[in-house]
């Protein structure tokens, strides 16, 4: 089947409103014409009117219309990530000048996986604030999943992720920051806390908190058991929450988990969990810094992106799978 011919790029250009692209975004995060133009402050008429003269421009319809609300359809989810993309830079745009006028300042959005945060993010955001202290800084913490979604909807300005999750990993440009270390702990009333030594065959006796499945440190411990031959943890409690996952362990007196090492070594400072005496074999991806490709970089950005590099542990880069 042949695909219609899209209109040019003049006639789009042209034709194309800022308030158009407002309204899809309002449209899709609400699910509704009627509340999009509450949200907007305009009327429902001036709404369907806006949202019609959108699609004559694009020559296609956006969303499927249902009884209970509006759901966009592949191309109204391309049409709108490019939506928030151009909001973005219009922020970044306004910010940036204000920044100028100023001699400071500025906005960034940064995310990262929870391994990053103390290993990298927290001292180079740190020292960041330092030197530029009219800066305002977002920080996100996620899985590389959620990241890389945010990043491409241009809701971050950067990542601190892995790559190899993306489904369209041409979209980004990786550049190596760590070689992640792991460490598998319990809380501070499991029996086996202060053990001189422990085995995989002890662990998986005892339930276990896990991250959801096909994120890094799950497939690590997963080839783990397999190669010794041991079954996968059952009836496990699942979380792509790391907070959540340190709160169970604290309270717990028979939950077990793997974190990075650095986590570890944080909440185990703060008598929240206790790190056992067993190293894993196997090696979890590096993670590193991830940008939109050809996105511009603001000037907060390249400095945080300079201070990130000093924070990273190793000397020997390592290419992410994905990169």
């Known amino acids: 089947m042949s695909s219609p011919d899209l209109p040019s790029l003049h006639a789009i250009g042209s034709r194309l409103r800022f308030r158009q692209l407002r309204l899809l975004i309002a449209i899709d995060e609400s699910g509704s014409l009627h509340r999009a133009a509450e949200q907007l402050s305009i009327t429902q008429p001036g709404a369907s009117k806006a949202l019609r003269e959108l699609e004559e421009t694009f020559g296609a319809d956006l969303f499927v219309r249902h009884p209970h609300g509006l759901e966009a359809n592949e191309l109204g989810r391309c049409v709108i990530r490019y939506a928030r993309l151009i909001g973005t830079d219009l922020d970044h745009l306004r910010e940036e000048m204000t920044g100028i006028l100023r001699g400071q300042g500025g906005r960034l959005a940064v995310g990262a996986i929870a391994g990053a945060l103390p290993t990298v993010l927290v001292q180079a955001v740190r020292r960041l604030k330092a030197s530029q202290p009219s800066i305002s800084i977002e920080v996100f913490e996620d899985t590389s999943a959620r990241l890389l979604q945010l990043l491409a909807e241009g809701?971050?300005?950067?990542?601190?992720?892995?790559?190899?999750?993306?489904?369209?990993?041409?979209?980004?440009?990786?550049?190596?920051?760590?070689?992640?270390?792991?460490?598998?702990?319990?809380?501070?009333?499991?029996?086996?806390?202060?053990?001189?030594?422990?085995?995989?065959?002890?662990?998986?006796?005892?339930?276990?908190?896990?991250?959801?499945?096909?994120?890094?440190?799950?497939?690590?411990?997963?080839?783990?058991?397999?190669?010794?031959?041991?079954?996968?943890?059952a009836h496990a409690i699942e979380t792509s929450s790391v907070f959540a996952s340190v709160l169970l362990l604290a309270e717990s007196d028979a939950l077990v988990a793997l974190f990075s090492a650095e986590t570890v070594d944080f909440f185990e400072r703060h008598q929240m969990m206790k790190r056992l005496p067993l190293e894993l074999v196997a090696r979890v991806e590096p993670y590193g810094i991830i940008r939109r490709r050809g996105s511009p970089v603001s000037p907060g950005a390249a400095i945080l992106i300079e201070e990130l590099r000093r924070e990273a542990v190793s000397d020997e880069p390592v290419p992410a799978p994905g990169a």
């Open 155 to 233: 809701r971050l300005d950067l990542a601190i992720g892995r790559t190899s999750v993306a489904a369209q990993p041409e979209l980004f440009e990786f550049e190596w920051l760590c070689d992640e270390k792991v460490g598998i702990a319990v809380g501070p009333k499991h029996p086996l806390a202060d053990a001189a030594e422990v085995s995989l065959e002890q662990l998986v006796a005892y339930p276990w908190v896990l991250f959801p499945s096909h994120m890094p440190l799950r497939t690590l411990l997963e080839r783990e058991l397999l190669e010794a031959g041991l079954a996968f943890p």
